[in-house]
């Protein structure tokens, strides 16, 4: 499809020379589109910060008895480091492809409210600034400021007064609570907009399973947060209103908490994860150049997941001493879960069997994203062995796992996703060159960074540690894992650059770079304001492969 | 593939060439000591052996595939056959991984059993652990001891097998026992009274760490587990059990240590120094370790931690107390006759 110039665009472009009203414009767009785009930015910005974060936090833990940081620094360090990653990075990721992709994968030319949905951008955006304002303001403004320091799952009671004094927890407790309106706001717009604004003949049956993946992870996003906003009230009403569900001083639990965290806890890692599932099964069709293998098993897959994922939190309490009844069910729960994530990786499998496979960038992470992604899950299986478990709980085995779903499978989803629909949102195309640079240094700075610490937590080295002494076999690998982080940051500069390159002087992208599938190729890049200049019709859940191949269309087997 | 394997390959070869660094092994889950790590590793390994074998399995037909189907210069335009799925390769990719979670759910129902559920015998030592903000404190209720940062337990062979069950609690926030060698982590929760218990089958001194985040110096809360033979264990007891030396050639340094602030915080047994928010020092020169792991225990570091305790474990609960030199060396010579 021709690139056509609309003189609506035309004409708002020239109106919007002048750089207040380009600001104003952005400020007070509901454009789905552009508060996509915000959404991506704040999260890219915050992971960057947090990044650094984690350079800082390897720097210290490069050899023993170091002194880069002490260990108040230390353990702000990695609170933040955390709480940044999982709230003000994966959250609004979710919030932004959701946003960007989904009105224009369904047919529609906004979300179903899109003023609620700059509602929910900028009180995201207000959280994560509140959340950062305590490195000021954190023990009142006549003091210094310090930022929150008691873990991003914030175990009672050290949360309560007697143990964290001054507002830094409080920073915390409200950041992430506002933040998380948020994230509500922009599920509750992706369930609606799915439901009701679907293009003609767009059946449930026929969305791309990008949004079918969003939609569940909408809905988990619902029924998840409330536990944790509850939790974080009741804990405010413990340090100012003489509450003490908390307070083990006065016979609160310290374990009725955990259960609160956790129960958001646990889906929130797949409502993480869920992002990169959604862009895997997009891309991995396109550059194998087949339809994905089982489509509907894929969808049944995803749902399951959502569901059990409920009823698995309390494998991260394996070692609070629940009695052997509770430990078998969690445990049972936990490998369930392992069924239909491995339906997923085999049905990914199975779209590669017998296609014609691009190594394009965008590929190359999804590829990473499967392997890494098993290994994942195979260590997640290896810890929902309770007994295992409790040797490797909070250990260094556990920060390996973990980041193995968020760095080596969330994060790679993610660069696949930008490096797949960057030419859509943006008009031009990321350097393939720099994007290999980009993906061989993050993957070889992922498994120097994160391979190891799966020995260092077999070796008895307990996470959050902010010191370590010499002589007890964990000097290599805490060396090594070091090194891997210089790597991965150099890797992520590579990014920058390209983003930065490509929008500078990218070449031109055209409306259909990848030879894709779906809608959203058969507008112009970027998209209009309006996305579609008349309303979009579908037969199949490849449009567009109906369209480049009449002779053999998909509605045909529909 | 090859990344993963590096990996498995280099934790094979930890497990057996681990060996002695320092004066204390290095710990390592997989070279278990204690019957419940025994039965932990054995558990644990097949664990890993089972997820190896997916791994080699899946990553391999993985590999193979983006070999294999890889688009070649040369290659005509034409698309691949299109496939759109299979309701019995589903079935199959379902049922299988179905078969091994029952086989997993089933050794582990087997271990957490036999771990949670065991009973102590009439024979076995009772000890209580209570976490505080960053120290451990051993108590023997049965026998009359209160120490710190150092537990001592007996020896557990076959010949005379005595396990010890300890109660776990906590003044402050929660911490986590864990000692790798001896047992998996067990929580240690404030208004919670948890359990667990070792069996060593070896005498030496095993080394753990606090495992849940507990504050400031979280890092430095080590624990030591020192086995001993019977003989040596009754020995250990015997000198516990005693009130502090009464060494009339420090007389003096006793009257200058009991006249600073010490005694609010610290207990020294037989003396006016009573208090309970710091460890005991009634045997203080019967541990090896000052400040539960962080300095060995000589002359020169005791001095040094009590001149400014902040300047070693930097946001501790002991206050630098600002004392004389005079003063300084008193408390150091009366504290070294602590026996
Ligand atoms: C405010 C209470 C407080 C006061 C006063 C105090 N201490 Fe301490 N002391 C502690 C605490 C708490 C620890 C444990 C520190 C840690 O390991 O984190 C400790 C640890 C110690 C240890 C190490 C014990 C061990 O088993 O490792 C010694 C020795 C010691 N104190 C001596 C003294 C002396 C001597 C004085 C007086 C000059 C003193 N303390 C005053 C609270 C106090
Ligand atoms: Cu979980
Ligand atoms: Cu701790």
């Not at chain 1, 003189?7 to 002048?18: A, D, T, Y």
């Not at chain 1, 980041?403 to 960057?422: D, N, P």
């Not at chain 2, 753990?208 to 110096?217: R, V």
Request: proline share 6%; aromatic share 14%.
């Amino acid at each position: 499809m021709a690139t056509v110039d609309y003189p609506l665009e035309k004409s708002r472009r020239q109106r919007e020379f002048s750089l207040s009203e380009a600001l104003y414009s952005w400020v007070a767009t509901v454009d789905h589109k552009r508060l996509g785009l915000m959404y991506m930015t704040s999260a890219i910005i915050f992971f960057l910060i947090a990044g650094v974060m984690a350079m800082v936090i390897r720097a210290q833990l490069i050899v023993p008895e170091n002194h880069v940081v002490g260990p108040q620094t230390f353990n702000r360090l990695f609170t933040m480091h955390g709480t940044t990653m999982v709230f003000l990075v994966g959250m609004p990721i979710i919030a932004g492809m959701s946003n960007y992709l989904i009105p224009l994968m369904i047919g529609a030319r906004d979300m179903a409210f899109p003023r609620l949905n700059a509602f929910g951008y900028w009180i995201f955006l207000f959280g994560g600034i509140l959340l950062y304002f305590s490195y000021l303001g954190a023990n009142g403004l006549f003091g210094a400021g310090s930022a929150p320091d008691v873990g991003w799952f914030a175990y009672a009671p050290l949360t309560e007064r007697a143990f964290s004094r001054g507002t830094s927890t409080d920073y915390w407790i409200l950041g992430i609570l506002v933040s998380g309106i948020g994230s509500i706001v922009s599920a509750i717009n992706v369930i609606a907009t799915t439901l009701s604004m679907r293009c003609k003949g767009m059946k449930l049956s026929r969305m791309p399973l990008f949004v079918w993946v969003m939609v569940v992870d909408a809905w988990m996003v619902i029924l998840a947060l409330p536990p944790l906003t509850a939790g974080q009230v009741m804990l405010l009403f413990d340090r100012y209103l003489g509450a003490n569900f908390f307070n083990t001083q006065a016979g609160g639990s310290a374990v009725l908490w955990q259960h609160f965290f956790w129960i958001f806890g646990h889906p929130e890692v797949y409502i993480l994860i869920f992002p990169a599932f959604a862009t895997v099964s997009e891309v991995v069709p396109v550059f194998s150049r087949k339809p994905i293998f089982g489509r509907q098993a894929m969808v049944g897959a995803v749902v399951a997941i959502g569901f059990i994922s409920f009823g698995v939190w309390a494998h991260h309490m394996f070692a609070v001493g629940m009695a052997p009844i509770s430990n078998i069910f969690f445990a049972t729960a936990s490998f369930l879960v392992a069924v239909p994530t491995g339906v997923k990786i085999f049905n990914w499998l199975a779209t590669i069997w017998g296609g014609k496979i691009r190594f394009a960038t965008p590929m190359l992470f999804c590829v990473a994203f499967i392997f890494q992604f098993l290994i994942a899950g195979l260590t997640g299986v290896m810890l929902a062995v309770t007994p295992f478990d409790w040797q490797l709980t909070d250990s260094y085995f556990v920060v390996a796992h973990f980041h193995y779903t968020l760095t080596g499978s969330f994060l790679f989803g993610v660069f696949a996703a930008i490096y797949y629909w960057f030419p859509k949102a943006t008009g031009k195309m990321l350097s393939e060159t720099i994007g290999k640079w980009h993906f061989w240094l993050l993957v070889i700075g992922f498994h120097l960074t994160f391979d190891p610490q799966h020995i260092l937590g077999i070796l008895g080295m307990p996470r959050r540690v902010y010191t370590y002494a010499p002589g007890r076999g964990w000097e290599p690998w805490n060396m090594i894992s070091s090194i891997g982080a210089a790597i991965q940051a150099i890797a992520i500069i590579c990014f920058a650059w390209n983003v930065i390159r490509a929008l500078i002087k990218g070449e031109r992208a055209g409306d259909d770079p990848w030879d894709a599938w779906t809608l959203e190729w058969t507008t112009t890049s970027p998209p209009p304001e309006y996305n579609y200049e008349t309303d979009p019709e579908v037969r199949s859940s490849r449009p567009l492969w109906d369209l480049k191949h009449p002779e053999d269309p998909d509605w045909k087997y529909e | 593939m090859t990344r993963r394997l590096a990996v498995l390959t280099v934790v094979c070869a930890e497990l057996v060439f681990a060996g002695t660094a320092g004066d204390h092994p290095i710990e390592n889950i997989f070279r278990p000591l204690s019957t419940p790590a025994h039965e932990i590793s054995d558990v644990s390994f097949l664990a890993v052996i089972i997820c190896a074998v997916i791994f080699s399995v899946v990553a391999g037909l993985l590999t193979y595939a983006i070999i294999r189907y890889r688009r070649r210069p040369g290659d005509s335009d034409a698309e691949p056959p299109q496939v759109y799925g299979s309701n019995q390769i589903e079935a199959a990719w379902t049922v299988i991984p179905l078969l091994i979670v029952f086989v997993l759910i089933m050794v582990s129902a087997r271990v957490i059993a036999s771990v949670q559920n065991a009973k102590p015998p009439a024979n076995a030592l009772h000890a209580t652990v209570v976490g505080h903000q960053w120290w451990w404190e051993f108590r023997y209720p049965s026998l009359g001891i209160v120490t710190a940062n150092e537990l001592h337990v007996p020896l557990s062979d076959t010949a005379h097998p005595q396990p010890t069950f300890l109660k776990l609690e906590s003044v402050d926030v929660a911490h986590s026992f864990w000692v790798p060698r001896l047992n998996g982590k067990t929580d240690v929760i404030p208004n919670r009274a948890n359990d667990m218990w070792i069996d060593p089958h070896e005498a030496g001194d095993f080394i753990g760490n606090c495992a849940e985040y507990c504050g400031t110096q979280h890092a430095n809360m080590l624990i030591h587990v020192i086995v001993q033979p019977k003989p040596d264990f009754e020995r250990w007891v015997a000198e516990q059990q005693l009130p502090a030396v009464e060494d009339p050639s420090v007389a003096a340094d006793k009257q200058a240590f009991l006249s600073v602030s010490c005694v609010n915080c610290h207990t020294v047994k037989g003396t006016s120094a009573s208090g309970v928010f710091g460890p005991d020092l009634t045997h203080l020169m019967s541990r090896k370790y000052l400040a539960s792991g962080v300095l060995s225990n000589t002359p020169e570091n005791l001095r040094a931690w009590i001149k400014d305790p902040q300047a070693i474990k930097p946001g501790c609960l002991m206050p630098a107390m600002h004392l004389t030199d005079n003063e300084l060396d008193s408390v150091v010579a009366y504290l070294r006759t602590l026996k």
